[in-house]
């Protein structure tokens, strides 16, 4: 039973996953560095925290959800020292498999437990409840913290020791990163050609180049609403991150090492990448003087 839980990170995908524990009947206590994120928290029960140190002194288990390593080692650092041994810290930020590892030995300095368990999905699935959960421990080692993850997503995949969630998550950004950027070059080179934007979107989604990512982001790019469910810059940190785990392992990847190319172009050069990740397509339009 856990009694209160912390969360860490209330932005984009950290505040919808905080309702939806709220909404479960949890107990939660939260803290993010700009406390205004987290205040219309408040209404639906939550607490929050002046500090990480604060947060770490009251909760035994505690979920991250920041934006990448130097978030989390930042965090992990300042409140390592406040966690309560025998505690646990269930990370749902997009690290590097490296990371992952770095903390789960500083943590386990202090009888901290530390579970990597990156999600798959944005905004809209963390706010239905949704998202899927790449977990770096075995069902039967986590059984405890399963209502959290139910209470959040859709789906667990237990994929073993730790650094495995978080290297199935980066794997599988690398397919998306893929995905969004070739339907943006191909809008792009349609609409160049004198198809109507809109007429392309419907030929691919009823064909076989259809995909989730076209699903969801294909609307919003031709309606230019790129309102941020998952930011530009996250998909390049996530590209370069997988470039150095591909690198590591000595794999060849000149698909990967292209796109990496154009998210750290349209990162620098479409309102510094704050915008949603289909705001690609902006990069391109550019290019054609548009």
């Known amino acids: 039973m856990i009694d209160t839980l912390g969360f860490i990170g209330t932005g984009i995908m950290g505040a919808p996953m905080v309702w939806r524990l709220l909404g479960a009947g949890l107990k939660v206590i939260v803290y993010n560095r700009t406390t205004a994120k987290s205040q219309a928290l408040v209404s639906g029960g939550a607490m929050i925290a002046i500090s990480a140190q604060e947060l770490a002194r ?11 390593d130097d978030a989390v080692r930042e965090v992990v650092s300042d409140f390592k020292s406040d966690l309560k041994p025998g505690s646990t810290i269930i990370d ?4 590097s498999p490296s990371a992952s590892v770095a903390m789960a030995d500083m943590l386990a300095e202090v009888n901290v437990r530390y579970i990597d368990a990156p999600v798959t999905g944005s ?13 770096g421990a075995s069902e039967s080692s986590v059984q405890r913290f399963v209502p959290l993850f139910q209470a959040m997503g859709k789906r667990m995949f237990f994929l073993g020791d730790v650094g495995r969630g978080t290297t199935a998550k980066a794997i599988n950004n690398m397919v998306v990163a893929v995905n969004l950027a070739v339907f943006a070059e191909a809008l792009s080179l349609a609409s160049a050609c004198g198809l109507r934007e809109e007429d392309f979107l419907d030929i691919v989604r009823q064909s076989g180049a259809h995909s989730a990512m076209i699903e969801h982001k294909g609307p919003r ?4 609403n790129f309102e941020p469910h998952f930011a530009l810059k996250l998909m390049h940190k996530d590209a370069a991150l997988v470039q150095k785990l591909a690198s590591e392992h000595r794999q060849w990847t ?25 705001s690609v397509y902006l990069m391109y339009l550019q290019g054609q003087g548009r």
């Open 92 to 95: 749902c930020s997009t690290l």
């Open 58 to 68: 009251q909760c035994d288990t505690i979920i991250l959800m920041l934006s990448n």
């Open 221 to 224: 790019i031709v309606s230019r």
């Open 123 to 135: 905004r809209p699935q963390a706010e239905v409840g949704e998202l899927a959960f790449l977990i």
């Open 254 to 278: 000149p698909l990967l090492d292209a796109v990496e190319q154009v998210y750290r172009k349209a990162a620098a050069e479409v309102d510094g990448g704050r915008q949603d990740v289909g």
